[in-house]
Every structure is written in C-alpha cells, then in structure tokens.
C-alpha cells in the first residue's frame, strides 16, 4: 500500500468517527436533531405523552433506555415535560437549566448517573 491510500484511510475514519460523535452527543436535549431511533410514529406519541403529562405512556415509549429512565419519575415528568416544549420553542438555555435541576445533561459528573448517556430518546423524544 502506498502512503496515498493509507492517509486517504486514515481520513476517511477519522472524519466517520467526528461525524457519528458529533451526531451522538447533538440529539441529546436539542429537540430540532433527530437521534437514532427518531420514527414519525415515536415522535407524535412521544409529542403526545408531553402535552398530557402523561408520564406512563412516555416512560412505555422510553423502555429502558440510558440514564433518563432513571431520572425521570411521575414526580418530575411535568417539569422535563416543560424543559422539552422550551426547547421546541428554541429557549435552549432555559431548557437546559431544567434539565439540569433535574439531573440531566451534566457533563461534569455533578448529575445522577454520573458517567451514563440519556440514550435514546433524547433526548426528550430522540
């Protein structure tokens, strides 16, 4: 192999890498970027499940997925059900600040779950 090919390679994976992480960590509480398992059906209920309130249907639709399953309860679904609609309505930082009153998406290991992603769905529905 020549030394074309062998960098050639070595970009190629290195911009595969960047772009899946960038994707990973993008969907968690942006509401505008669709995660992997995004489907329009998930997406009405999940939509529905936060208009109602209702934590059971939205805990159904999570399943077991990451850190947000764990952080969530009935007594905190009407607040994280408010940091998602700010956070379709763009106020990001004040989405943010709930998330993190409830222990989500702290990166310096000050939140529950230190150490463990949201997984799906979140983002909030992603």
């Known amino acids: 192999m020549n030394k ?6 070595a970009l190629a994976l290195l911009v595969g ?3 899946i992480s960038t994707v990973a960590s993008a969907y ?5 970027v669709k995660g992997p398992n ?15 309130g209702d934590y059971n249907a939205w805990k159904s639709l999570m399943g077991e997925r990451g850190n947000m ?3 969530i309860n009935q007594d905190n679904f009407a607040k994280f059900a408010e940091a998602h ?4 309505e763009g106020k990001t930082a004040e989405a943010q600040k709930i998330r993190e009153e409830l222990g989500l ?15 799906a769905g979140r983002g909030m529905n992603r």
């Open 4 to 9: 074309t090919t062998l960098g050639l390679g």
């Open 17 to 19: 890498v960047a772009g």
């Open 28 to 32: 968690r509480g942006d509401s505008t």
């Open 38 to 52: 995004y489907t329009e059906e998930r997406h009405e209920a999940m939509e529905k499940a936060f208009e109602s």
């Open 69 to 71: 399953t764990r952080v």
């Open 85 to 88: 609609e700010l956070s379709e």
């Open 105 to 119: 998406g702290l990166h310096n290991g000050s939140g529950q779950g230190r150490g463990q992603h949201a997984g």
